[in-house]
C-alpha cells in the first residue's frame, strides 16, 4: 500500500479557487488509480473525482463536472485536484484515496490506501 499525504485545503470565498495535492509514497504509484472523495459533517463520504493510472482517464461526480480538474503527475508520486468556481456546497474534509491495480471506481469502499484529509470551507 502507498501512504498519502493532503495538502491545500483552506478557506476561501464563494467563486474562488483552490489546488488540492496529495503526494505519494512508494515506488509503485503509477500502478494506481487515484481519487477523490469529500465528506461533510453528518454525511457519506461522496466520490468527486478519479484518475485511472493508464491513460489517465478522467471521471468526476455530476456535481464537479466542468469546474473541478484531476490530474497526476507520476514522476513526482503526486495527483491534484484544482477545484473553481467554488460552491458552499462543496465545504467538506477531502481526502485523496489509491486503488491497486489501476482501475477507477467511484466507491470508497474499492480503495485501499487513505490520507488524512484536508478541510476545505466556502464561505458563501
Known amino acids: 500500500q502507498v501512504q498519502l499525504t493532503e495538502s491545500g485545503g483552506g478557506l476561501v470565498q464563494a467563486g474562488g479557487s483552490l489546488r488540492l495535492s496529495c503526494a505519494a509514497s512508494?515506488?509503485?504509484?503509477?500502478?494506481?488509480?487515484m481519487g477523490w472523495f469529500r465528506q461533510a459533517p453528518g454525511m457519506d463520504r461522496e466520490f468527486v473525482a478519479a484518475?485511472?493510472?493508464?491513460?489517465?482517464?478522467?471521471y468526476y461526480a455530476d456535481s464537479v463536472k466542468g469546474r473541478f480538474t484531476i490530474s497526476r503527475d507520476n514522476a513526482k508520486n503526486t495527483v491534484y485536484l484544482q477545484m473553481n468556481s467554488l460552491k458552499p456546497e462543496d465545504s467538506a474534509v477531502y481526502y485523496c484515496?489509491?486503488?491497486?491495480?489501476?482501475?477507477?471506481?467511484?466507491?470508497?469502499?474499492?480503495?485501499?490506501?487513505w490520507g488524512q484529509g484536508t478541510q476545505v470551507t466556502v464561505s458563501s
Open positions: 484515496a489509491a486503488r491497486n491495480g489501476g482501475s477507477v471506481s467511484r466507491s470508497p469502499s474499492d480503495y485501499a490506501s
Open positions: 512508494g515506488r509503485t504509484f503509477n500502478s494506481y488509480a
Open positions: 484518475v485511472s493510472w493508464g491513460v489517465f482517464g478522467t
